[in-house]
Nanobody, 115 residues
Framework: QVQLVESGGGLVQAGGSLRLSCAAS????????MGWYRQAQGKQRELVAT???????RYTDSVKGRFTISRDNAKNTVYLQMNSLKPEDTAVYYC?????????WGQGTQVTVSS
């Protein structure tokens, strides 16, 4: 049973930084295609960033230059470093993993950016 557990959310002022972590268990982590999504109140869930097992990375335009996704396969963990945070980054952030067509989600972690 694959489990994804996020941590690192919280309240931060605009311009500040947070680092989210997502720890995976229950399967070999290396082949997972990992991603971070977010869902603001009243809005649809949107993709933030993805990283493949080989380290290929993509970002949504609104976070390019501010957010950095990375992974540590030895620790079964994917990270999202968020800098220069803006109030519009406020959302619940979800970790996502895809392996052999199976999709897994974490429980989400709240990020709130005050102006």
């Amino acid at each position: 049973q694959v489990q994804l557990v996020e941590s690192g959310g919280g309240l931060v002022q605009a311009g500040g930084s947070l680092r989210l972590s997502c720890a995976a268990s229950g399967s070999s982590f290396g082949p997972f295609f990992m991603g971070w999504y977010r869902q603001a109140q009243g809005k649809q869930r949107e993709l933030v960033a993805t990283i493949s097992g080989g380290g290929n990375i993509r970002y949504t335009d609104s976070v390019k230059g501010r957010f950095t996704i990375s992974r540590d396969n030895a620790k079964n963990t994917v990270y999202l470093q968020m800098n220069s945070l803006k109030p519009e980054d406020t959302a619940v952030y979800y970790c996502n993993g895809v392996l052999r067509g199976n999709i897994y989600w974490g429980q989400g972690t709240q990020v709130t950016v005050s102006s």
